[in-house]
């Protein structure tokens, strides 16, 4: 029988044409960062761009010890597992293999945003057990020197980097109808030039890496530990954001430059400004902005825009709509951040201001 002759030019031709369609494959990630210790605003930025935006997958990674607050028409939404890009009924929502949960705490939040229908979850994202939050906070190691939110995400972590029987989502009859292959979703999504919008969490000053050790989380909380969490690549990358405040916050133990013992100074932070941990509900720490940290932030993450919350505790300045009304000293504070971006590559615009909890009170520059 004679054997089919190989047609060699169309095999080429074809071959070529996956080559430069891979080569063209459009920029279309989009990655939400924290530029300082956590609570910068990163929930609202990531609802307000998803929600405007057009991002078929919201992704979160890392753990429910993060609480990413969205507030919409005064509803505020407080969520530790649910991607903050719930509130765009078009967008799906995903969890990669470096988010960490637990099954009856998503499961509520589930249920709260009524997202059952576009969930979907790596087969490796980590279940952390009742055993492991016990374990976390029952160590003063974790919870009185490092100031552990007592999730378990710490234990959970470091059983999963001793190789210990961990229980991965794919384990958990009640997710099963969640799960699929995020990688090979996510990466396909970007064949066809699709838009997924990146979420992160904490900040820059509590990165296992690269943040004031010890008085950090477990995990690095950089952009590109992020990509590799979700089972993405750094080449499709568009922008950047990494989120600040005019001051810095935390909840814990650790570095806070120049920081705040006024009582009735602090209570204004504390009660318009709402800085109480979201999930903690410890009362935060306030500090002054700090321009060498907000510079590495920036080189760090590869920042191409920066978002800016909470400028409205500079008095004046609730729900401005336009630059020009921002008050003197919210502007100079402005100013002074531009001349940073100016120094510092890759020099980032400011894209968003943030002047209000809702999520529309934003003003895009
Ligand atoms: P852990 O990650 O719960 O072990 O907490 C380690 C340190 O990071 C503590 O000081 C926590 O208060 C802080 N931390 C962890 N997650 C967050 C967050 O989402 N926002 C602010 N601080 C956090
Ligand atoms: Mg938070």
């Not at 943040?211 to 590799?228: H, K, M, N």
């Not at 009582?263 to 410890?282: A, D, F, I, M």
Request: charged share 25%; aromatic share 8%; proline share 5%.
């Amino acid at each position: 029988m004679r054997q089919p002759v190989p047609n060699y030019r169309r095999c080429a031709r074809k071959t070529i044409w996956a080559a430069h369609a891979n080569l063209r494959r459009k920029s279309m990630i989009d990655i939400v960062c924290g530029g300082q210790a956590g609570d910068e605003g990163k929930g609202k930025i990531s609802a307000y761009l998803s929600y405007k935006g057009n991002y078929d997958y919201c992704v979160r990674v890392g753990g429910p010890n993060a609480g990413h607050t969205v507030v919409k028409d005064g509803k505020s939404y407080t969520l530790k597992n649910i991607p903050s890009g719930f509130l765009n009924p078009k967008t799906k929502l995903v969890l990669g293999a470096g988010a960490y949960t637990k099954t009856e705490w998503l499961l509520e939040e589930v249920k709260l945003t009524g997202t059952r229908d576009r969930l979907i979850i790596d087969p490796y994202a980590v279940l952390i057990s009742d055993e492991q939050t016990a374990a976390e906070k029952n160590a003063s190691h974790f919870m009185q020197h490092i100031g552990s939110v007592g999730t378990g995400l710490g234990q959970a972590v470091r059983d999963r980097i001793e190789r210990r029987d961990i229980k991965f989502a794919k384990d958990e009859p009640l997710l099963k109808d969640f799960i699929q292959d995020v990688p090979e979703l996510l990466n396909g999504c970007l064949d066809k030039g699709g838009e997924i919008l990146l979420e992160g969490t904490q900040g820059i000053k509590l990165s296992l890496l690269h943040g004031e050790y010890p008085f950090v989380t477990s995990r690095d909380t950089t952009a590109s530990t992020f990509l590799g969490e979700a089972g993405l690549g750094p080449k499709s990358v568009r922008d950047v954001y990494v989120v600040f405040k005019p001051y810095i916050t935390r909840v814990g133990p650790g570095p806070l430059e120049r920081e705040l013992t006024d009582e009735k100074q602090l209570e204004v932070y504390h009660t318009k400004g709402h800085e109480v941990g979201s999930v903690s509900k410890r009362l935060r720490r306030i500090g002054a902005f700090e321009s060498r940290s907000a510079a590495r932030a920036i080189m760090i993450n590869n920042c191409t825009k920066i978002a800016i919350t909470h400028i409205d505790m500079f008095p004046g300045n609730d729900r401005v709509k336009k630059y020009e009304d921002f008050s003197s000293e919210a502007k100079t504070f402005l100013d002074n951040l531009k001349a940073l971006c100016a120094r510092t590559y890759p020099h980032p615009e400011i894209a968003l201001i943030s002047t209000g909890p809702d999520m529309e009170d934003t003003l895009v520059l």
